[in-house]
């Protein structure tokens, strides 16, 4: 430290009054990195169901939002996007997703193969009820043209 001339101390250097953005980018690019480390991709969960068979079928071609999965399981329970739902809300579940669709909702129904026929009718009856009328009986020969293509 330099002495003043009055005997006082002087500093060598001042504080700086702006903000230092020289490593602005290498934080902004660290954090990038985190958040897609950190991301959780939503994946759709198969459902232990035994598929039915099909002589043909056909791949739905429509992005993976405008798909909406039901499962119906051999004791009657009804799956919708991996979430168990009782059998008189399916309307009321497919109706707003088909209005939001732009009416381009697909509704992928996989029924066990040894499911009674009453409840993939009753399931039928309620997607109707909504409004919806895009249905695919989702089968094996479906299932493992989807694994292929993986």
Known sequence: M?????????RKSKAS???PSSSLADIAFLLL????VTTVFRTESDRP???????????????????????????????????????DVVSELVAPRWVESGRRLRISLRADA????????????????????????ATDLERRMMRERR
């Open 17 to 19: 009054d702006q903000i």
């Open 2 to 10: 330099a002495l003043k001339g009055g005997g006082g101390l002087q």
């Open 114 to 137: 040894e499911a009674p026929y009453r409840y993939v009718d009753a399931v039928q009856r309620q997607i109707q009820q909504a409004g919806a009328i895009y249905v695919v009986f």
């Open 33 to 36: 990195i985190f958040f897609m």
């Open 49 to 87: 169901i035994e598929w039915p068979e099909a002589e043909a079928t056909q791949q739905i071609d429509e992005t993976r939002d405008n798909i909406m999965y039901i499962w119906i399981e051999r004791n009657g329970d009804i799956w919708i996007n991996d979430r168990l739902v009782p059998l």
